[in-house]
């Protein structure tokens, strides 16, 4: 046979090698199917969680407790995770802000935290010295995955994860004067903060809106903060003050424009912000963070990109993709063309379809694809399939 | 797995064209969508039906049903889809998982046995093991993952385009040949080549020649080496020397280029796999080296065994029907249901002997819904039955051992022309007389071939 030898005896070093002979060994799997069986958070895994503890924040809000796998590099406090739950079944990706300490802070003996109220899970202050992470989770009305996690998660499921990102961080050298204008769900960011650097921050105010006392996030360990003096808090409750407009700013925390400003909340209060920031000259001191994934529009027909072949094509909501996609001279594989074979399925990159059988509508937001079936898929909504 | 989601393994093809597809006839379909399009799902409006001719003189078991009925027959079948779909979820990803994790622990506990596989009872268990081990994970496993029927759990790691399975056919050939051809013409003469393999004749309307005489003895073979016929039949061989042999690049042959890139694809995946089964590990088993390589060659026997039986009693056994390719020209769904139907037969027998065919028992099922989980065939099943019942179809079944048996008959009798096997119970001697005229002239016609053949170079 003249194929290409991959011999475990020929070239490479000795854990290369000792790897192609495991994969001898375990052919057509690779040895890490095996072990992840027994050892899913080992080193060199797929990054993996488990959940130890759920721990009830709000009537709505949960905080988990997640032992990371071997390969977790840490975070910086104000970052968010993404986590791959299982949800009926279906594996969906979501971004949740981690809201435990580092361990590089833990790790710093001049930023030592101490509980302050009971009101907080211990577990979650001494994540950092066990390298555990938590994020916490607000369940949004129709939410598939946060829903599920406030209300079903349990202590022992496996979640797929990936390293820690976003840039809505401090600086190593934070300023001396800040503010956190958060609303909802928005504080789970900047309680990552504050968890870390509080005793490094000097001038702290905390705006931060909830729709009443009992809905906010952390309420018990944010007011000991601020009756202790390390933060100033201004908790704006909405169902009865209404919320929060750039008007009432110059009044609550009437230095705002002397403060760099930390924004985590609703798209209507960041906009605001941006425009406020930006109208008064100051926009370099404002720092925010979107959380909403953008809502797709679904309906019949639309705009159908095929990212590699560079076609853009209108496509009805009549006519399967694979259709489309020939009729413009795009490559597409193909098999049975009535949707039995799965030799059709292309990455979805983002966008919306519809299944031509049944009407069920598959979405897809960057940047996790979604393998869909080009022979019974018609465009629900703009698409960008990944040929 | 060796490939990965973003190298998934789907080849592009180019677009069929509509000319050359007889189902994608513009004049014989009903379709609401121009004719350029080449979606099947675009016929939905039924045609006329006429009862098919079939060229043996056998009835057409549709006959009696109007296309309205069928076309209700068909929703019906697409409620029972929807409803399982409907209630697809947490439990059912929990059941492949258990699967698997079962699988790979049997696999990696009987090879651990085999080490010492020196010691007979330990040669025993760990070979008894190792074939049921192999057994799952091609039948329940990696059939049907990749079927696509585990595919919405969006695991990447259970998922049709990255997984590949313990077999000498590479997993993108078969899905090929598999999933696309044989579940799309299923039991359509000329265009599902499933239907004898290729080789062989199983029903009364193949046209029969000379050489199907020793389908019985070809059969056996195929059976003891399964994986390697169905690699060989995956690499479509035959297709490639017809292209050869007519010397054309044509659509309908394979060329030399896919040909030679396939074959090296299937030369690397049997390399892979002999060097795991009879080098890798008889050599990690050291003293035991010799009983390991047997081992290893009883399990993939008995693998062979197993699933070619199991696979014969799905389109082979009495009673399955056969189509000529004219009769799907312009199928609608609920005709594409109907012909899935009533081409596929069932095993009845336990929970455990489901799991172990990995629910191909339930072929009718799998053949009507390719990609719902395995495991909820056997919940549908009782109202598939029914509702064939209803529509006065039969719906083929019975237990392993009948249905292998009626299998193998089919290969036997039909090793013969029509008619032959029946008139030798009752009048041996003219059959004996007959076969001896047909071959004699069979012999004198190849005779005079061969005589002109060297007058012709002679001269």
């Not at chain 1, 049944?358 to 869909?372: C, F, K, M, R, Y």
């Not at chain 2, 969006?154 to 997984?163: A, G, L, V």
């Not at chain 2, 039909?414 to 001697?429: F, I, K």
């Amino acid at each position: 046979m003249t194929l290409p030898v991959l011999a475990p005896w020929s070239g490479g070093g000795i854990t290369q090698r000792a790897r192609r002979l495991a994969e001898l060994v375990t052919t057509p799997l690779l040895p890490a199917d095996y072990l992840d069986l027994f050892s899913p958070l080992r080193t060199g895994a797929d990054l993996r969680g488990r959940i130890l503890q759920v721990h009830s924040e709000t009537r709505d809000a949960v905080t988990l407790l997640i032992r990371p796998g071997r390969g977790w590099r840490g975070h910086r406090p104000g970052q968010y995770v993404r986590i791959g739950v299982e949800v009926d079944g279906v594996r969906n990706w979501r971004s949740y802000s981690l809201t435990s300490l580092t361990s590089q802070a833990w790790q710093t003996p001049a930023t030592p935290h101490t509980p302050a109220t009971p009101r907080t899970s211990p577990a979650v202050r001494t994540s950092a010295r066990d390298g555990n992470i938590s994020i916490t989770v607000t369940a949004i009305p129709g939410g598939k995955v946060s829903q599920h996690l406030v209300h079903h998660a349990t202590p022992g499921t496996m979640i797929m994860l990936d390293q820690a990102a976003g840039d809505f961080t401090l600086p190593p050298d934070p300023p001396a004067k800040i503010l956190f204008l958060t609303a909802g769900s928005g504080i789970t960011p900047v309680m990552g903060m504050l968890r870390n650097a509080i005793d490094s921050l000097d001038d702290v105010a905390v705006l931060h809106s909830a729709p009443n006392s009992a809905d906010v996030i952390f309420g018990a360990e944010l007011r000991a903060l601020a009756a202790r003096g390390a933060i100033q808090l201004i908790e704006r409750h909405t169902d009865a003050g209404g919320r929060v407009t750039m008007d009432d700013l110059a009044a609550l925390v009437p230095d705002w424009a002397q403060r760099q400003t930390w924004a985590c909340g609703p798209a209507g209060l960041l906009d605001a912000a941006e425009k406020h920031w930006g109208a008064t000259g100051v926009a370099d001191q404002l720092h925010t963070e979107r959380f909403r994934p953008t809502v797709l529009a679904t309906g019949e027909g639309g705009t159908v990109t095929f990212v590699r072949s560079g076609v853009t094509l209108e496509s009805d909501g009549a006519t399967p993709l694979l259709d489309a996609g020939e009729e413009a001279g795009v490559l597409m594989p193909s098999g049975c063309r009535m949707g039995i074979c799965f030799g059709c399925v292309v990455p979805l990159r983002q966008g919306a379809v519809r299944d031509l059988r049944n009407g069920e509508i598959t979405t897809a937001a960057s940047p996790d694809p979604v393998l869909i079936q080009t022979c019974v898929s018609a465009a629900a909504g703009t698409c960008d399939l990944d040929l | 797995m060796t490939t990965t989601l973003a190298e998934s393994a789907t080849s592009a093809t180019p677009a069929a064209s509509p000319a050359a597809d007889p189902t994608m006839n513009p004049d014989t379909k009903a379709a609401k969508t121009p004719a350029r399009n080449g979606s099947r799902l675009a016929v939905t409006r039924p045609a006329m039906r006429v009862p098919q001719q079939k060229p043996s003189g056998k009835p057409d078991p549709t006959a009696h049903l109007s296309p309205q009925q069928i076309e209700e027959l068909g929703r019906e079948l697409d409620a029972i889809r929807e409803e399982v779909l409907a209630s697809r979820g947490a439990g059912d990803a929990a059941y492949i998982r258990k699967v698997i994790k079962t699988q790979r622990i049997l696999e990696m506990g009987s090879r651990a046995v085999l080490l010492a596989s020196l010691f007979p009872p330990a040669w025993l268990v760990g070979t008894a093991g190792l074939s049921v081990a192999k057994i799952l994970e091609n039948m329940e496993i990696g059939h049907n993952i990749m079927h696509g029927q585990w595919d919405w759990m969006r695991d990447p790691k259970i998922h049709s385009t990255s997984w590949e399975w313990d077999h000498a056919s590479p997993a993108e050939l078969w899905k090929h040949s598999h999933n696309e051809l044989h579940h799309t013409y299923t039991n359509v003469i000329g265009r599902d080549n499933d239907l004898g393999y290729g080789i062989m004749r199983v029903d009364e309307d193949q046209r029969w020649v000379p050489a199907y005489l020793g389908q019985p003895f070809y059969n056996l073979i195929n059976a003891c080496l399964f994986e390697y016929g169905i690699a060989a039949y995956d690499l479509e061989i035959g297709k490639y020397l017809k292209h050869r042999k007519n010397g054309k690049d044509g659509k309908n042959g394979k060329d030399r280029a896919t040909f030679r890139r396939d074959g090296t694809k299937v030369l690397h995946k049997i390399r892979q796999q002999v060097t795991k089964d009879y080098v890798v590990h008889p050599l990690l088993s050291g003293p035991s080296f010799l009983p390991t390589v047997g081992a290893n060659a009883v399990a993939n026997l008995v693998r062979n065994l197993w699933t070619h039986s199991v696979i014969m009693c799905g389109h082979f056994p009495e009673g399955v029907e056969t189509f000529a390719k004219s009769s799907i020209e312009g199928e609608t769904r609920g005709e594409w249901y109907l012909r899935q139907m009533i081409g596929s037969a069932n095993i009845s027998g336990s929970k455990a002997m489901h799991l172990m065919t990995g629910n191909l028992s339930h072929q009718i099922e799998h053949h009507l819904y390719p990609d719902l989980p395995s495991n909820r065939y056997a919940e549908i099943a009782p109202r598939v039955r029914d509702l064939m019942e209803r529509y006065e179809l039969r719906y083929v079944t019975g237990p392993l051992h009948q249905q292998v048996a009626s299998a193998w008959m089919q290969v036997i009798t039909l090793s013969l022309p029509n008619g032959v096997w029946e008139n030798a119970r009752t009048d041996p001697a003219g059959v004996a007389r007959q076969g001896a005229t047909a071959a004699a002239r069979y012999g004198a016609r190849a005779a005079s071939r061969l005589l002109r053949r060297v007058v012709s170079r002679t001269s």
